[in-house]
């Protein structure tokens, strides 16, 4: 094969790329919920950016370009008598939705499985080529 | 390349394709999730008509590849569709076995042409 990508890379940096996608999501649930003194301060939610890589006709694979901060804002919530009120009494919590985030989650699992298959089956189309007339 | 034709008739070509294609599916599969990804794939009976008429493996894909025809489009831009594409893998990787064994039995004979047994 003349291209440089081959399965391997393919499904190893797709592979990559889920796997950040999962770290954020575990950053995310593990703040949701989380309470800040000020709407700056608040836990924002993390978000990964794909970007095709292509390499040859057809031939591409994917890799994380960025990570962006959520614009949504913190949720403001009146406790006055939580320690990190502010002088209104206002706590702002993480904008964290954990049911999107849950889905977010299986979707990323689903899509590392299917890399995993693929370079399973690479892997043994590779091996049985090697073992050819034998 | 005319020995090699000779010897494995369109099965040396087949399996250069085939594996071309193995890596245009993995390509799919692995921009499921990016944005605006167009899902390709190659017309493997035009591919391998060129790469019996002589010319190289590469080539003969770099013809014939196009954007495959999403089912339902979505709000993403992607045109993958996991179902489709896990089919074609399955099926190519199959094809790819096939042409493997066919490959075989060719060696084999020859082999067994060589020793005289």
Known sequence: ?134 | MATSETLFGVHGDALALRSQRLALLASNIANASTPGYKARDIDFGKALEMAQSGSSADDAVDATVGYRVPLQTSMDGNTVELSTEQTMFAENAVQYRTTLSFLNGRINTLMTAIKGE
């Open chain 1, 1 to 134: 094969m003349s291209s440089p990508l081959s399965v391997f890379d393919i499904a190893g940096r797709a592979m990559s790329a889920q796997m950040v996608r999962l770290n954020t999501t575990a950053s995310n649930l593990a703040n949701a919920g989380s309470v800040s003194g000020s709407k700056d301060t608040a836990f924002k939610a993390l978000r990964p950016v794909f970007k095709t890589v292509s390499e040859g006709e057809g031939i591409a694979t994917v890799q994380v370009s960025s990570i962006l901060t959520s614009q949504d804002e913190a949720v403001k919530k009146h406790m006055p008598d939580h320690p990190l009120a502010d002088a209104n009494g206002d706590v702002w919590e993480a904008n964290v939705d954990s049911a999107a985030e849950m889905v977010d989650m299986l979707e990323t699992a689903r899509a590392y499985q299917n890399n995993v298959q693929v370079m399973q089956t690479a892997k043994s189309l590779t091996l049985d080529t090697l073992r050819l007339g034998k």
